[in-house]
């Protein structure tokens, strides 16, 4: 081994601890947001979680799991997994920049010291870089599978790199093959790995072919050709194959289940074996790597096995359940999201050829006495061709419009334009939106700014890039210095004054120009730059109002530049070398140099917005969630952030595994009813009664909801239809039930709008669902009213629950479902903590705030039950996910403190009150709307002074605010103008209540404010 073999070694691995010291220390000690919880929670207990699943990395995650010293460490070792992970990634990343780096500065056979100090240091260069980018240390210190997948694409993109040294000798394509399973592994990961197929493609036809325009065309052609048949032959091919196999041989032959996928699997595995012994016999070297490739691409794959047959046995957490082929590739192909279109498709404003134009799309079965069967054929609309283009870009999705608000904002059309929008308008949309706002602006957040963590949808305010340059980031953004503290001092603004980006250029333009191997890496890396950041755009074709931001999805364009930046010492050098012109000199300063600039600034920026230790929010909150419910509760959800970590907290670490957490988003499909009518460890099956064939897919999707003008007078006299024979009636085959008055179309369908259910007030008193002081405010019956023309299935099953369970078990509502989850029942919501219960008492709710509030159970829950996550510690990174459960943490605060106070406990509430601004300062997160109306309280309960001291803060930062947006030259996109309404409006509350209240000083002060606002506001 050579001395530049041994420092290189040595090196990669020195980069490989720091990262992995760094990602240990800034990890998260425990489950987070989003899918965290589900992935965590399905690959400890190897259960089935959302499509397409993550076979492969369950696997890994619970090998990590296994060395927890206990369930409520088991988060942290998942967690440790994409630390561990994302190190690696930076040690692969450190050699293939040394390889390509050595190929620009060695020229001969010797590599003298200085050139190994500076092929070293450009990999140690781009490799910290990488490794404290922002989308990179995001993805690294959570149980999620993006670092995971950044570690297959660092890792088959330095293999092609050794391949290439090696070419020629025996056993060379050994490295292909590898490739080829790692690709196999990478599919039971994520699909991004696969984009690395073109680059690895283009350095295996550098190196056996003489470039030429066309053969490099060719060889592009068959990159596109490899990575087109990995994701559209053979990941859903293999199984649509043994699928048709299996139907044949089940229908026709009528061997049992599965039988054909075995014949399937066998014959494949014999064609492959025999190919590629015919291929050894005849010296067909090519051909023979090509089929020994596709085979361990399927030992890979097979991974996926494991969904199939963890979803046999049942599990408690068995999302799609794809026990059967048909099932798994429903799964794998994402159909419950349907699909976006990529080459030809609908405008957003198509109209379909009539109102009940649909064309039939395929059919969907399901197992019948030992036969497959088809449950109903599925469909989809039909419009018109008029409406339709190339590269649709501003489209439709299925019925559901694609806000033509958003597309008027982001293009100058319409928002109500009738006529197809221009295929110019198109493009505007795809570079204004797409390109720009959900790619350049992430690639400028790593390298070179980000204005604040908090997540919009448009314009200046947040989340933009920045530079940390006022003169460049006044032009765009507006003058920011006039931003006030609470914007500037968000943790997620960092400023890296466009040096990552110059030094990349560099790198870029450096490779380019430096000899013809140079130029052959060149084309290669940017194609892998591409190929995992505009492509990916391209394919995606997302629409806008994402849940969440998207820089995740492009961390492989990311790694791609991390290459460049590390190459970018050489271009410093080259500078370097002509000023001292001696290496020993020269070199440690470029080195210093680029290590200040970039690894050194990304460090220094990106810490505090990137260190999650301590953290325990999400965790302690879904502990906050369960424990709002009484024992053996029904707890209904609708969203991730109230789902998944709840899931984690009951599969992994055994808490309140008597609650039944039901997500009513899932509740529409019938693998998931039929997982709620079974008992899940001590929680009861869910009283549904409805059987399987009334609720199958296809069956009652949708359940009208119509007012026929013959139940009129029964309605107005009775209060409503009763809800079990709304449901009976709904569930019945009857062909009356199915007609609809002046209609000839059968549909499913309620007659009336209104229901009502009898309340059995001993059972209510029986079961606790209410005490004897409640006794006199139960009401006989519950009346409510559907607002909306029709409930899907989950509303169907919901109150086929409620009549079966009669207040046996406690139901309780998350306070984080929307409207459209309540279906009516809002006016019987009783708030109990983080979730509404369900009784039979109506509070008349309002716009404000929904239904009444049990005062003794909040209390006891907010005050000294509930737990919270260091939320409030002064060195915990609070980011725009916590800080929205902020708003509704506070607002249960307020609640309770306006419910003490309307009964009369004053020290109460001031103690409610004061537990509220204690746990969520404004330090932490900015006074809003809500810290208003707890001043109003605090005035309320006579305490002035506290009041006032959070009135005055409030409206110092609106004036700051106003005076801020005030100086913004407003566009299509801009947010400011409704900000800046919606400031001066509140501004005006705050003059009401100290009014109100004789806080005559502070309200003097306010409307002085006011005024000068005002003028300002008319002069511009």
Same mark, same amino acid.
């Given at each position: ?489 968000? $943790? ?6 466009? !040096?990552? %980006? =110059?030094? @990349? *250029? &560099?790198?870029?333009? #450096? ?8 130029? $052959? ?6 194609? !892998?730059? %591409? =190929?995992? @950041? *505009? &492509?990916?755009?391209? #394919? ?481």
């Amino acid at each position: 081994m050579s001395k530049y073999q041994k420092i290189n070694i040595i090196v990669g691995w020195i980069s490989f601890a720091i990262a992995a010291v760094v990602y240990f220390l800034t990890l998260e000690p425990t489950v987070s947001f989003w899918d965290c919880g589900e992935f965590i929670t399905s690959s400890y207990k190897l259960e089935i979680g959302h499509a397409p699943g993550a076979p492969f990395f369950m696997i890994l995650a619970r090998f990590f799991s296994l060395f927890a010293s206990g369930p409520e460490n088991v988060a942290l070792l998942i967690n440790s997994l994409s630390g561990l992970a994302s190190a690696f990634t930076i040690l692969f990343l450190f050699w293939t920049i040394t390889h390509l780096a050595k190929k620009l500065v060695v020229t001969g056979n010797q590599i003298s010291n200085s050139q190994i100090a500076t092929i070293v240091g450009a990999g140690f260069i781009g490799a910290m870089a990488y490794a404290f980018s922002d989308t990179f240390w995001f993805s690294a210190v959570e149980g999620e599978v993006y670092a995971t997948s950044s570690l297959f694409t660092a890792v088959v993109f330095w293999c092609i790199l050794k391949w290439e040294n090696e070419e020629g000798k025996a056993y060379a394509n050994r490295w292909l093959i590898l490739i080829a399973y790692l690709m196999g592994l990478s599919i039971g990961v994520h699909l991004l790995n696969l984009l690395a197929i073109p680059a690895i493609v283009m350095v295996y036809y550098f190196k056996k072919y003489e470039p030429s325009r066309n053969g490099i065309l060719m060889a592009l052609g068959v990159a596109l050709l490899l990575l087109g048949g990995a994701m559209y032959v053979i990941i859903p091919g293999v199984v649509k194959g043994a699928f048709l196999f299996d139907l044949f041989f089940v229908n026709v032959v009528g061997l049992p289940f599965n039988s054909g996928a075995y014949i399937f699997i066998l014959l494949l595995i014999a064609t492959l074996v025999w190919s590629i012994r015919y291929t050894i016999s005849h010296g067909k070297v090519v051909l023979n790597t090509l089929l020994t490739a596709l085979m361990v691409i399927l030992i890979g794959y097979s991974s996926y096995s494991l969904i199939m047959i963890r979803s046999a046995a049942n599990p408690g957490l068995d999302q799609n359940n794809p026990e059967d082929l048909y099932s798994l590739l429903y799964y794998l192909n994402r159909e419950q999201y349907g699909d976006n279109p990529l080459i030809y498709g609908e405008a957003f404003n198509a109209p379909m050829l009539d109102e009940n134009s649909y064309v039939e799309d395929k059919n969907v079965y399901i197992k019948k006495e030992g036969k497959y069967v088809v449950s109903y054929i599925k469909k989809k609309p039909n419009f018109k061709s008029s409406h339709k283009m190339v590269f649709p870009r501003m489209y439709t999705k299925g019925m559901s419009g694609r806000n033509p608000d958003e597309f008027a904002k982001w293009t100058g059309i319409k928002a109500d334009q009738k006529e197809k929008p221009s295929f110019i308008q198109n493009l505007d949309f795809f570079f204004s939106y797409q390109v720009n706002y959900m790619y350049i602006r992430y690639f400028m957040w790593n390298f070179s700014g980000r204005q604040s963590d908090r997540q919009t949808y448009s314009g200046v305010i947040d989340g933009n890039w920045i530079s940390g340059i006022p003169l460049v980031d006044n032009f765009r953004l507006g003058d920011q210095s006039l931003r006030p503290e609470h914007m500037t001092n968000n $943790k997620g603004n960092n400023k890296y004054y466009f !040096l990552p %980006l =110059l030094l @990349g *250029l &560099a790198g870029l333009f #450096y490779q380019y120009r430096k000899s013809t191997v140079g130029k $052959k890496d060149f084309f290669v890396v940017l194609l !892998l730059f %591409l =190929l995992t @950041g *505009l &492509a990916i755009v391209v #394919y995606l074709n997302q629409p806008p109002l994402q849940p969440r931001e998207r820089d995740y999805a492009y961390a492989g364009s990311f790694y791609a530049f991390a290459i460049w930046i590390g190459l970018g010492m050489l271009a410093v050098l080259h500078v370097t070398k002509k000023v001292f012109r001696k290496d020993k000199l020269a070199i440690p300063v470029a080195f210093t140099l680029c290590f200040v600039a970039v690894p050194a600034l990304f460090a220094q920026q990106n810490w505090d917005d990137h260190d999650r230790s301590d953290r325990y929010v999400a965790r302690d909150l879904a502990y906050d969630y369960l424990n709002s419910c009484e024992p053996n509760a029904i707890l209904f959800t609708m969203g991730d952030n109230d789902t998944f970590p709840l899931w984690y907290l009951q599969e992994v670490e055994g808490i309140r595994t008597d609650v039944r957490v039901c997500n009513l988003s899932y509740l529409s499909a019938d693998w998931y009813i039929d997982q709620m009518k079974h008992k899940n460890y001590d929680s009861d099956p869910l009283p549904i009664s409805l059987t399987e064939d009334k609720y199958l897919a296809g069956t009652r999707d949708v359940v009208y909801v119509l007012d026929d003008p013959r139940l009129t007078a029964y309605v107005a006299k009775n209060g409503g239809l009763d809800l079990k024979d709304a449901v009976e009636y709904v569930a019945s085959d009857k062909e009356s039930t199915k007609k609809i008055y002046g209609y000839e179309e059968r549909i499913d369908h309620f007659p009336a709008n209104k229901f009502r259910m009898i309340v059995d007030k001993e059972q209510v008193l029986k079961t606790n669902t209410l005490s004897e002081k409640d006794t006199a405010n139960i009401v006989k019956q519950m009346m409510w009213e559907v607002k909306s023309n029709y409930i899907e299935k989950s509303g169907l099953i919901l109150y086929d629950m409620l009549v079966q369970n009669n207040w046996k078990r406690p139901v309780y509502f998350s306070i984080t479902v929307p409207s459209s989850g309540y279906y009516g029942l809002e006016d019987y919501f009783r708030l109990e903590g983080f979730a509404y219960r369900l009784v039979p008492i109506n509070f008349k709710s309002d716009e404000m705030q929904i239904g009444g509030v049990n005062t003794d159970v909040m209390y006891t829950n907010l005050m000294s039950k509930f737990k919270w996550g260091n939320i409030n510690h002064p060195d915990v990174y609070i980011d725009e996910t916590c800080s929205r459960l902020c708003s509704n943490i506070r607002n249960n605060f307020l609640r309770l403190s306006e419910s003490l106070l309307d009964e009369g406990k004053r020290d109460s509430a001031v103690q409610v009150l004061d537990k509220c601004v204690e746990l969520i300062p404004n330090e932490k997160v900015a006074f809003d709307y809500l810290a208003i109306l707890l001043a109003q309280s605090y005035y309320r309960a006579a305490e002035y002074e506290k009041g006032s001291q959070m009135i005055e803060t409030i409206s110092d930062r609106l004036v700051k605010e106003i005076n801020y947006y005030m100086t913004l030259t407003p566009v299509s996109t801009s947010e400011f103008p409704r900000l800046k309404s919606r400031n001066f409006a509140l501004l005006q509350e705050l003059y009401r209540i100290t009014a109100q209240y004789d806080q005559k000083e502070l309200n003097q002060k306010i409307e002085s404010d006011f005024k000068i606002l005002v003028e300002s506001y008319k002069k511009e």
